[in-house]
């Protein structure tokens, strides 16, 4: 009986060959946003954000080594990656993603961009109301007076 290790991939499309994904950095800022839409304005290449936020840059372009029979011509020699790669990992198995976020165009990605950094900018200014609303308690409970007050108390 054979290592089922040496068989599981003598069935199968490739389709681990056929793409390659690299992770990104959460974008924070409208320049992040900016560079992810560098990438996403290439042929063939997708953003998504999996089940637990990571980004990540995804490259629909085969393998240079995959043969026509969908086997590697560089088997022997192949990267750790691929070396690494187990039947419990394999695409074949998997069924479909499940994507927080993907986006496969431009106008996608932008659109997401714009509706987070809106919500950014409105959480920042309730944070700033919260922070100033703060301060003026513990003013109060030290007995101290707002600057307002002051003035209006100076000027009477």
């Known amino acids: ?15 681990c060959c056929r793409y390659f994904t690299m992770p990104l950095e959460t974008p924070r800022n409208r ?21 637990e936020g990571d980004w990540y840059v995804n490259i ?16 022997r020699t192949r990267p750790d990656v691929c070396r690494d790669h187990t039947d419990e990992a394999c695409e074949k198995h998997g ?6 976020e993907h986006f496969r165009n431009e106008n996608d990605l932008m659109a997401y961009a714009r509706e ?3 919500r950014k900018e409105a959480s920042r200014g309730r944070r700033s109301r919260a922070a100033k609303n703060a301060w ?10 707002s600057p307002a007050r002051q003035d209006a108390r100076r000027s009477s």
């Open 116 to 118: 987070f950094l809106a």
């Open 95 to 100: 069924g479909e993603y499940d994507f927080r």
């Open 136 to 145: 003026k308690r513990r003013r109060a409970a030290a007995g101290l007076a």
């Open 1 to 15: 009986m054979m290592d089922s290790r040496k068989n599981y991939c003598r069935s199968c499309d490739s389709a």
């Open 31 to 51: 320049d992040d946003f900016d560079a992810m839409r560098w990438y996403i304005l290439h042929e063939d290449v997708s953003i998504y954000v999996d089940d």
């Open 60 to 75: 629909d372009a085969p393998c240079r080594a995959l043969g026509d029979d969908n086997k590697c011509r560089i088997y």
